[in-house]
């Protein structure tokens, strides 16, 4: 992950149109998704986790904490200090049925938790995820609706 290169992303996600439909773009192992109300780009993503032995696992979450605490102090240089959001309860939501905001419904499916700033009347978020134990841990930037 480059800092720099991914606080120009930040910047440049809070002011981008969302798309009008939801979008998938595959890189590598990785995956950012998009759609009304809401963007998420991988900025960090690990290797796959196919029979890898558990201190593989650990060792890849090590490292994408490492480069989570890096932006967020990068980002909270720019932005002031993050709000921590969890997203443990819009999981519950969802399960339920319940309709949530957009960014809330796709970040629930693979992270738990987010530092979040509120900018131009959109929510910027940084979390690590992980859509499956077997997928890549990536570290995302979020932006959207909340």
Not at 22 to 34: A, I, Q, T, Y
Not at 64 to 87: D, H, N
Not at 126 to 145: C, H, R, S, Y
């Amino acid at each position: 992950m480059n800092v720099d290169e991914s606080l120009d992303l930040a910047e440049e996600l809070v002011r981008r149109d969302y798309p009008p439909a939801r979008v998938e773009r595959h890189l590598g192992p990785g995956m950012d998704v998009s759609g009304p109300g809401y963007q998420i780009v991988s900025v960090a993503v690990s290797d796959v986790f196919w029979e890898e032995p558990a201190e593989r696992w650990d060792e890849a979450w090590r490292q994408a904490e490492e480069e989570r605490g890096q932006l967020v102090a990068a980002l909270s240089g720019r932005w002031g200090p993050p709000r921590p959001r969890s997203f443990r309860a819009d999981l519950e939501r969802a399960i339920r049925g319940e309709p949530l905001p957009p960014l809330a419904d796709v970040l629930a499916e693979f992270v738990a938790e987010a530092d979040t700033w509120h900018r131009h009347g959109r929510s910027v978020c940084v979390a690590l995820g992980q859509w499956d134990k077997e997928f890549p841990i990536q570290l995302v930037l979020a932006v959207g609706e909340l």
